[in-house]
């Protein structure tokens, strides 16, 4: 069976702060793909990054970074100098290949505020 | 491109009746999931349709059911309303299956009284 734990619930944090927030996963696949999806408010979930088992390397899109530890089973996602749009609820997600690829298994989500 | 449309976005139903939503993927996606979203038990996977076929099913009744047509377009049903369905149903869309990340619609949300 697969898992995925976000144990942070909810981080504020203050404008320009660095915020990371954290995802363990569990799969007893050797192929996997991991995911970051982002809700705002609006409610539309929106696809930030995929990475599959084999592929470690870390990754920064602008104010973006992903950390993907396969030692550890995580993939922490980390947003530099925080701006108040950030706000939304982040979701890692995993999904299996073959006949379990369309199948993601979401963690709880963590909800993040940015103050101004 | 347009993205995932969803109908109807908001739906108010009584117990015991039944309802479809519908989902329309991105042109040339032809693989559909669909979510259940509450706050007591966060995202769930419903079930997994490509080229007509149901691939995958998650853990709820046999109340909830889906399709898929030629068009790539899909629904699904529940019958027998209970209260605890109220919730966000998303559709999401990707190619093919496959490990590809999902395209989410803006959801129904789905309210039983």
């Known amino acids: 069976a697969q898992k995925v734990t976000q144990a942070q619930t909810e981080i504020s944090v203050v404008e320009k702060e660095d915020v990371t927030l954290d995802c363990v996963y569990e799969t007893r696949d050797t192929t996997y793909y991991l995911f970051w999806y982002k809700q705002p408010p609006s409610g539309e979930l929106v696809f930030l990054i995929r990475r599959n088992s084999f592929d470690e390397q870390n990754e920064i899109s602008g104010r973006y970074s992903w950390n993907f530890q396969k030692s550890t089973s995580s993939f922490n996602f980390t947003i530099t100098a925080s701006q108040v749009v950030d706000s939304a609820v982040y979701f890692c997600a995993l999904s299996g290949a073959n006949t379990n690829a369309g199948k993601s298994t979401f963690g709880d989500g963590t909800t993040l505020t940015v103050k101004p | 491109k347009a993205g995932v449309t969803q109908t109807p976005r908001y739906l108010i139903k009584t117990r015991g009746q039944q309802v479809t939503l519908s989902c329309s993927p991105i042109?040339?996606?032809?693989?559909v999931s669909w979510y259940q979203q509450t706050p007591g038990q966060g995202l769930q996977f419903l079930f997994e349709?490509?080229?007509?076929?149901?691939?995958n099913k998650g853990n709820f009744p046999g109340r909830f059911s889906g399709r898929q047509f030629s068009n790539s377009r899909s629904e699904m049903n529940v019958s027998t309303l209970e209260l605890g369905d109220s919730a966000l149903y998303l559709c999401?869309?990707?190619?093919?299956?496959?490990?590809?990340?999902?395209?989410f619609g803006p959801g129904t949300r789905l309210t039983v009284t």
């Open positions: 042109s040339g996606h032809r693989s």
């Open positions: 349709y490509f080229s007509e076929t149901q691939r």
């Open positions: 999401a869309s990707t190619p093919l299956p496959g490990g590809y990340e999902q395209y």
